[in-house]
């Protein structure tokens, strides 16, 4: 008995036990110390599967926790340099893109993408939605709506077709051409019921009305909206002020 204790205390991992041990501390809130283990794994372990997992959970205990960006790069571009095949490195490289869009660094947010596209072309379709919303973020709503309409064209994820057309729909929305937009997001309430993306467009259309100033017609989808959007107070924030509108001036002809 004691002879097979000995065996299975030889074969146990002292990587695995220090990754063990930062795992406790990380899940305790005590992040300061947590970094300090990975980092001991990161420099004595570093060629075993604990050392990119320890340098990934660095980056993210920076990033998610502590909100130290500039650490959580370092971090993370370490991974980069010392583990570029590791799985971690796709994990940070997207945790990456996301630290830039947070900051307002757009281009780089893209430029990561555009990398993780290359190593992952399998996951194509992904990578060119979220730089198509960079691109939204930029103001660039040509580029974005470029992306968007190809990404329509090669799609083969079903459940991101409704979301892609409610951007597109969005962008007409936002460049000011309530017409195209409100044509866009009745596709989408039309042919996805039942999907988020179209009570999102439906809340669209009836802002669009609302900016062309079809108040009646904006009005009675705000009215069916209040039990259903998940941002009830955003909706009654818009029957109010078309009801006060309403009420301050006459309306003629389509109303």
Known sequence: MAFQYLLAGCAYDPAEREFNKAERLFSQGLYKDAIDRYSYITGKYAATPYGPKSQYRIGYIYHRHLKDSQSAIYAYNSIFFLYPESPDATAARLDLAGIYSEGGDHMAA??????????????????????????????DFRQARIELVELSNIISNPNLIPDIRFQIANIYYIEGNFTEAIKRYDEVVLKYPGHGAALEALFGKAKALDESGRYKEALVIYRELLNDYPNRKAVETRIGWIENRMKAKPFKGRH
């Open 110 to 139: 893209i430029e990561e993408y555009q990398k993780l596209l290359k190593r992952e072309p399998e996951s194509k379709q992904k990578y060119q939605y979220l730089i198509a919303m960079e691109y939204l973020m930029m103001n």
